[in-house]
């Protein structure tokens, strides 16, 4: 099957259909010769939209950057589809991917304060009738995983990052967590620091 993107005037996609691979071409049938403009025409006389362009994309990504969805751009001196511009501020790279003014924050992850490993629990004298085979009064029932102190935390979780335009900085919000009474919070990004500052 072959994917083919329906543009507007301005090139932006207004929807992806399917077509065989057995459609005729020039060259022979389209599933052997990707992007050719007989493909492109069929549709247009198919659908009965010749005032519009299409263009063929690929679910595998093996041309044109990206499988085109509604909204996206065609990018016709690039011949690639590629994805709206998110900001204002943000500008292409080489690769032709969005990037912000301001790098994305390398620390995605925090520590969750609420929930931290504590010294485990010892079989008690009330135990000798359960007392599991190779142990004894005083020992541990479970093991901290190996590596893993005291104190240190269970869970590990992401920051929730996003894009201020207006501020033009990363912000992030901590998870807020209801059952442990632990309320998100807000942090800034500090880029000389390389760390989150709380707002």
Known sequence: MAHFAELDENNIVLRVIVVGNDINTSSGPLGDNDMHVDGETWCAKFFKTETNTWKQTSYSRNFRKYFAGEGMIYDSV?????????????????????????????????????????????YLETDIDILPEGKSVGDAKTELPEGKSVGDP????????????????????????????????MFDWDVSTSSWIAQ
Do not use: G
Not at 90 to 111: E, G
Not at 159 to 166: G, L, Q, V, Y
């Open 154 to 185: 269970k869970i590990t979780r992401y920051h929730f990052i996003s894009w201020d335009e207006a501020e033009q900085k990363w912000t992030a919000e901590d998870e807020k967590d209801e059952s442990n009474s632990f309320t998100a919070s």
């Open 78 to 122: 690039k011949d690639k589809f590629l994805l709206p511009q998110p900001h204002a501020s943000w500008s292409l790279d080489a690769n032709d991917d969005w990037q912000a003014p301001i790098a994305y924050p390398t620390v995605t992850t925090y520590d969750h304060a609420s929930y931290v490993y504590s010294e485990p629990e010892v």
